[in-house]
């Protein structure tokens, strides 16, 4: 439904003069730290699955696990967070009309918050002082510079989430009975569901924090774990989010099509924000302390969030279709050829899009109690976040670059760089699958995760694995190929191409499309519901823990 | 809605309640439910604490068998353990330190093995053999060495 210029130039006179240029900044200063940290937290990749597979030995200041830990950290982290943030911001800005100048602040508040955060954690761990890996599981003891490093992460992110939540109140004041633009939405949800999935984590590391230190003697071991994977797989689906805010809204407009239904996407984002946070608990499927039934009650509420995943999938397709379907593409399949295959724009999500067939059904064998004790902690499982995040998210956030970095920096994509995204493109895929596929294979056979090179004194079961760690090295190595090459585009599309005005692609909806309803927008009352599931979720194992808790533990180092 | 959306839908909350119910008659009904035990201990006093004072392998019943064990930075207690095939046995297993996970390569033990908590799972090897067992969950700089092996004769 767009709107007559004429309206535009009243709401939004900044909408028809491009980015705003002080907006444009702080996404680029957020990219600039997310590709960055890509290209440190990929060689550090390459670097375990090299010794992984025993064709690299490291030096004696440099273990295994430091690497391991600062991998996990500035990927899943860091660079997600960055990136997240600097595409968000941009998109928020873009479909609003510009940022409030406080809200400009809090986003540079957030920059340096994050920013110091990430120098104090990388610091120790460089010192060997926080070789505990990306979950910190306690009774393993980093230095406290390390959790105090990880709080000033989280205050960055929640600054850039407060500064989100006073924009949209400041918009829907002064655009009272309209529903607000798709992206701004979706930014919205992702904030929220970044906010309170990160409310139980920091709990977690506010009392780590003192025990570290030695203020206090012992802790409580499964309250601390139940903590952090209220947050650990909910910033999963935090990603999750963000990449499906491109595909719904971008990918119609790139590829000459409409949005299936912007009802249906809204409807999508809060499912996703109300069920999320308890998806995590089943991390804890084989841990002793938490009785059956309730491991039972969240293998529901974990396969319950496959079924806005399951709409998304047919909304998405349908867009597909109608779009080939314009431009002639004939009988059953006909449609699917006639999609701008050669764009890159198109080409890195939709192999994101098809990657979360297997990336999902993976979950739901994971999250389904008695299968999980099959591939608990082995090299599945770390197949399985490789194709999700590495592939769903990242390549969607790879995809993404290629219009939203000559947005921000007033270049064009040119066909050489078009070029080189879809080289990028298939060499990360073939590189997953190779990885990936590796991954899984070895994990049912047993191989642990989180394990350096080890035979196990030669036993006969853990030398059957070493073949499947060459081809997980091999895939690693064009990994990091296909990170230089990204690295590389973002940054030439950032400084050098040539000059020009690029689109923010949004799509727009079917003429005949419903009219979005304006009760989508009560966010009161989806927090309500977000915090009843956690509740029903959460209440009754913590307790547990905390009434039935054994002594705590004291704080141990056995690295 | 779009009729084919309804249809796809209605098609995907059925498969995931079937779903649902397949796991739930597997886990209650056959017992095949995850390790869940729940009684606890003091985690700086296991040495002192029945039955963790004597790890070992215990022979409770016509080939059954309980292995009272305990995981610490790096290693099993006790290590290379013997049984007959066919022998059922049960695993009771507590951390002295840090967590661990509790691993047999090739069949589906697999257990999170906690400071604090005492954790059972039981398992009928029926395959003689020489089993490897892990740890699976990373527990220090020697975390890749915590190994044993059981041998089913």
Sequence with gaps: ??????????????????????????????????????????????????????????????????????????????????????????????????LLPKVRKMAWAGFSLILVGVALVVATILMNEASVLYTFYPPLAASPVFYIG????????????????????????????????????????VFILWFFGSLGVTIEVLTLIPWSMGWKETINVMVSRTLFWSFGHTLVNVWYIIATSAWYVTIPKIIGGKIFSDKLARVVVIMLVILNIPGGFHHQIIDPGISETVKFLHVFMSVSIAFPSLMTAFAMFAVFERAGRKKGGKGLFGWFTKLPWGDVRFLAPMVAMIAFIPGGAGGLINTSNQMNQVIHNTMWVVGHFHITVGVTAVLTFFGICYWLVPYISKRQLTPQMNKLGIIQTIVWTVGMILMSGSQHMVGLLGDPRRTSYTTYGDHETALGWIPYEYVMAFGATLLLLGIIIQVYAVFNMMFLATKGESEFPIGEVEINAENTPLWTERWSLWIILLLMVVAMAYVVPIVDFVVNAPPGSPPIKTW | MHRLEEIWLGLSAGVLVLFMVIVGYQAFALGMGPPSHKETIDPQKVDQTEPFDKPGVYETGENEYEVVMTLQAFGFTPNDIEVPAGAEVTFTMTSKDVSHGFQVAGTNINAMVMPGHIQEITHTFEEPGNYLVLCNEYCGSGHQLMSTEITVK
């Excluded at chain 1, 767009?2 to 002080?22: F, Q, S, Y």
């Excluded at chain 1, 400041?170 to 607000?180: A, D, I, P, Q």
């Design chain 1, 150 to 189: 990880l709080v000033f992460v989280v205050l960055g992110i929640w600054s850039c989430a407060l500064g989100v939540f006073i924009n949209y109140h400041h918009w829907r004041k002064n655009h009272r009975g309209e529903v607000t633009p798709l992206f701004a939405f979706f930014t919205m949800g």
């Design chain 1, 1 to 98: 439904m767009a709107k007559p210029l004429k309206d535009i130039i009243r709401d939004d006179p900044k909408k028809t003069l491009g980015v705003t240029p002080e907006d444009a900044k702080i996404s680029k200063a957020y990219l600039s730290v997310a590709f960055i940290t890509l290209l440190v937290g990929g060689l550090l990749g390459l670097v375990q699955g090299l010794e992984r597979a025993g064709l690299l030995e490291l030096p004696a200041w440099l273990n295994y696990y430091q690497v391991l830990t600062a991998h996990g950290i500035l990927l899943i982290l860091i660079f997600t967070a960055a990136f997240s943030i600097g595409y968000l911001y941009a998109g928020f800005s873009h479909t609003i009309g510009g």
